[in-house]
């Protein structure tokens, strides 16, 4: 072992951490000429992305430098049954790949945003698409990129042990050097950069795992070490899969029945359906949700929670709970490998940032400058326009870090704040009715109840975030019957180009056809390809944890069932454009 401090990074290490940031660079500027083509290069990869590279290209986004730390701090302070907060993203996952994926695709719009005017018509869709644009393309985007460089300033003060002033500026230059490439390659640069990152990341954080278990003895000595620092008592409630207190397992039934649906991108909206929309066809748009998906939730999870398991027994009582991780790092790599992990966290963390900068430029090309300034822009000036909104997308995410707490509680914040939306947003794609009125409210309704909550209540997450939604949803869905709908040549329009499954027969009825009802199936499918995850997510949890024949049976019943979702999916006739 060695001793807590600093990493002593040898020759090898530096050479291993100089060696990625080349290759990066590099990539960046082989596809500088065909990212400055169009606009359609640079934000949607020309839509040639094939499905496993859109997918994930998506995982990579999500795994970023922050997550394995906040992932550590959730294990100290809440147990592993604390995941559940991310691992309710399952539902959303699975109903945008079966229900929406292949949707986005045949919109053929360049941002999800765009989107709105194909739906909705009028002043509010203009207002709504405009407001959109700039709360979640700068307002939001700023919150993302300065929790991902509170995380990595973190990482580069406790392994490297660099002052904050220091800290900053290194910071700074890896902020530049990830701006630098993202300006240069588009979304093609950005994507295949990220699928080596992801590579480089999964096997830093499987390899620290395998470090940090060999360290304690193996699995059941570190499950034993965990009783015997914490007590037995607090070691059952860290290692419980569902939490056993009642406050904790309320918390978890809010997170499982109403976060999943309610909170978050139901129809896979953002830089997941920047990569939906860049896919070959709709076919490679639902395999890469689907990928996405697994991927995220079945293969990512459990090393970090190793990792935030064996920090918990070996670094009791710390301050920042979320240091662990770093903790357990300094502890355990010898050289070389210490090199590697400092890489694979560097592709973490850029592997989020680039998205961000390019997700949100194509809105204040796209949905702002395009839309509302000069609708007549030619390319030429409207690459102008990407490449400068990435700059400023950057300073401002440089600003937001000087005002971030922490990473978990970012977390939250923006789940408390976007609590009700997710419904309204699945149900604009499946039933006419929903106007633009019925966003407005919604998205209204909840930014005002959760920091209403926040700053006059003690009322804590995750059941602020239950009131939000029982308010909010109500409200929206209130103000869609008060408000009317959306004028018919808009519904139809909309109706023709994507051919939604649903709720649509008075829209269909004005071009002499039934529709095409949703039915039962794609329910199935969703409900069969969520229970897969879960179980092959349970099931793995099983087996490290030293429950075997609960972890078999998990792993069984999820192959099972996810293959059961997957194969009825791939086999069921979908409605298509004419």
Same mark, same amino acid.
């Given at each position: 072992?060695?001793?807590?401090?600093?990493?002593?990074?040898?020759?090898?290490?530096?050479?291993?951490?100089?060696?990625?940031?080349?290759?990066?660079?590099? &990539?960046?500027?082989?596809?500088?000429?065909?990212?400055?083509?169009?606009?359609?290069?640079?934000?949607?990869?020309?839509?040639?992305?094939?499905?496993?590279?859109?997918?994930?290209?998506?995982?990579?986004?999500?795994?970023?430098?922050?997550?394995?730390?906040?992932?550590?701090?959730?294990?100290?302070?809440?147990?592993?049954?604390?995941?559940?907060?991310?691992?309710?993203?399952?539902?959303?996952?699975?109903?945008?790949?079966?229900?929406?994926?292949?949707?986005?695709?045949?919109?053929?719009? =360049?941002?999800?945003?765009?989107?709105?005017?194909?739906?909705?018509?009028?002043?509010?869709?203009?207002?709504?698409?405009?407001?959109?644009?700039?709360?979640?393309?700068?307002?939001?985007?700023?919150?993302?990129?300065?929790?991902? *460089?509170?995380?990595?300033?973190?990482?580069?003060?406790?392994?490297?042990?660099?002052?904050?002033?220091?800290?900053?500026?290194?910071?700074?230059?890896?902020?530049? =050097?990830?701006?630098?490439?993202?300006?240069?390659?588009?979304?093609?640069?950005?994507?295949?950069?990220?699928?080596?990152?992801?590579?480089?990341?999964?096997?830093?954080?499987?390899?620290?795992?395998?470090?940090?278990?060999?360290?304690?003895?193996?699995?059941?000595?570190?499950?034993?070490?965990?009783?015997?620092?914490?007590?037995?008592?607090?070691?059952?409630?860290?290692?419980?899969?569902?939490?056993?207190?009642?406050?904790?397992?309320?918390?978890?039934?809010?997170?499982?029945?109403?976060?999943?649906?309610?909170?978050?991108?139901?129809?896979?909206?953002?830089?997941?359906?920047?990569?939906?929309?860049?896919?070959?066809?709709?076919?490679?748009?639902?395999?890469?949700?689907?990928?996405?998906?697994?991927?995220?939730?079945?293969?990512?999870?459990?090393?970090?929670?190793?990792?935030?398991?064996?920090?918990?027994?070996?670094?009791?009582?710390?301050?920042?709970?979320?240091?662990?991780?770093?903790?357990?790092?300094?502890?355990?790599?010898?050289?070389?490998?210490?090199?590697?992990?400092?890489?694979?966290?560097?592709?973490?963390?850029?592997?989020?940032?680039?998205?961000?900068? *390019?997700?949100?430029?194509?809105?204040?090309?796209?949905?702002?400058?395009?839309?509302?300034?000069?609708?007549?822009?030619?390319?030429?000036?409207?690459?102008?326009?990407?490449?400068?909104?990435?700059?400023?997308?950057?300073?401002?995410?440089?600003?937001?870090?000087?005002?971030?707490?922490?990473?978990?509680?970012?977390?939250?914040?923006?789940?408390?704040?976007?609590?009700?939306?997710?419904?309204?947003? =699945?149900?604009? &794609? =499946?039933?006419?009715?929903?106007?633009?009125?019925?966003?407005?409210?919604?998205?209204?309704?909840?930014?005002?109840?959760? *920091?209403?909550?926040?700053?006059?209540?003690?009322?804590?997450?995750?059941?602020?975030?239950?009131?939000?939604?029982?308010?909010?949803?109500?409200?929206?869905?209130?103000?869609?019957?008060?408000?009317?709908?959306?004028?018919?040549?808009?519904?139809?329009?909309?109706?023709?180009?994507?051919?939604?499954?649903?709720?649509?027969?008075?829209?269909?009825?004005?071009?002499?056809?039934?529709?095409?009802?949703?039915?039962?199936?794609?329910?199935?499918?969703?409900?069969?390809?969520?229970?897969?995850?879960?179980?092959?997510?349970?099931?793995?949890?099983?087996?490290?944890?030293?429950?075997?024949?609960?972890?078999?049976?998990?792993?069984?019943?999820?192959?099972?069932?996810?293959?059961?979702?997957?194969?009825?999916?791939?086999?069921?006739?979908?409605?298509?454009?004419?």
């Amino acid at each position: 072992m060695h001793s807590p401090g600093v990493f002593a990074l040898t020759d090898l290490d530096w050479i291993l951490v100089a060696g990625y940031l080349l290759v990066t660079l590099a &990539w960046g500027a082989w596809h500088a000429r065909r990212a400055g083509s169009s606009t359609e290069e640079f934000f949607a990869a020309g839509r040639g992305l094939p499905w496993w590279l859109a997918g994930t290209s998506m995982v990579a986004t999500t795994f970023a430098v922050d997550t394995p730390l906040a992932i550590a701090g959730l294990v100290a302070t809440e147990g592993i049954a604390g995941n559940w907060f991310w691992w309710a993203d399952v539902l959303p996952a699975m109903l945008g790949a079966f229900l929406i994926a292949h949707l986005w695709r045949r919109s053929g719009v =360049l941002t999800d945003n765009e989107l709105i005017e194909l739906r909705y018509g009028g002043r509010s869709a203009a207002g709504l698409r405009l407001f959109r644009a700039l709360y979640f393309g700068v307002l939001r985007n700023a919150i993302v990129i300065g929790w991902v *460089n509170l995380a990595m300033l973190k990482v580069l003060q406790l392994a490297l042990g660099l002052d904050p002033a220091t800290g900053s500026w290194v910071l700074a230059g890896l902020f530049a =050097l990830t701006l630098s490439y993202t300006l240069l390659s588009g979304l093609w640069g950005v994507v295949l950069t990220d699928v080596l990152q992801f590579t480089l990341a999964m096997v830093g954080s499987i390899l620290l795992a395998v470090l940090a278990v060999g360290a304690a003895g193996g699995l059941g000595s570190l499950i034993e070490q965990l009783g015997l620092v914490h007590g037995t008592r607090a070691a059952s409630r860290t290692l419980a899969l569902v939490p056993p207190e009642r406050e904790a397992f309320w918390a978890f039934v809010i997170y499982v029945a109403v976060k999943g649906w309610s909170s978050g991108n139901t129809d896979g909206s953002g830089y997941i359906a920047q990569r939906l929309l860049a896919t070959r066809d709709e076919r490679h748009a639902r395999l890469a949700a689907i990928w996405y998906a697994v991927a995220n939730f079945v293969l990512r999870p459990w090393p970090w929670i190793l990792v935030g398991l064996f920090a918990f027994v070996v670094h009791p009582g710390l301050e920042d709970p979320e240091a662990g991780y770093v903790r357990v790092m300094l502890d355990q790599l010898p050289n070389g490998l210490r090199g590697l992990m400092v890489a694979s966290l560097l592709a973490a963390y850029m592997s989020t940032i680039d998205t961000q900068l *390019n997700w949100g430029a194509s809105y204040l090309t796209h949905d702002v400058y395009r839309r509302f300034l000069r609708p007549g822009a030619s390319e030429l000036a409207l690459m102008r326009v990407a490449r400068a909104s990435v700059v400023l997308l950057a300073a401002l995410g440089a600003l937001a870090t000087l005002a971030m707490p922490s990473i978990s509680g970012a977390w939250k914040f923006l789940a408390s704040i976007s609590a009700g939306t997710g419904l309204i947003v =699945l149900l604009r &794609w =499946l039933w006419w009715r929903i106007n633009a009125w019925s966003e407005i409210g919604v998205m209204a309704a909840s930014l005002l109840l959760a *920091n209403g909550l926040f700053l006059f209540t003690d009322i804590p997450f995750p059941f602020s975030l239950a009131l939000v939604v029982a308010i909010s949803v109500p409200f929206a869905l209130a103000l869609t019957w008060l408000t009317s709908p959306e004028e018919p040549a808009c519904l139809r329009a909309f109706y023709e180009r994507v051919r939604p499954a649903g709720w649509w027969g008075p829209v269909a009825a004005t071009l002499g056809e039934k529709g095409q009802p949703l039915g039962v199936w794609p329910w199935v499918e969703v409900a069969c390809a969520t229970l897969g995850v879960y179980a092959l997510l349970l099931g793995t949890g099983g087996l490290l944890l030293g429950r075997p024949a609960f972890g078999w049976s998990g792993l069984s019943l999820g192959l099972a069932t996810l293959l059961v979702g997957v194969l009825a999916g791939s086999g069921r006739p979908r409605p298509v454009a004419t």
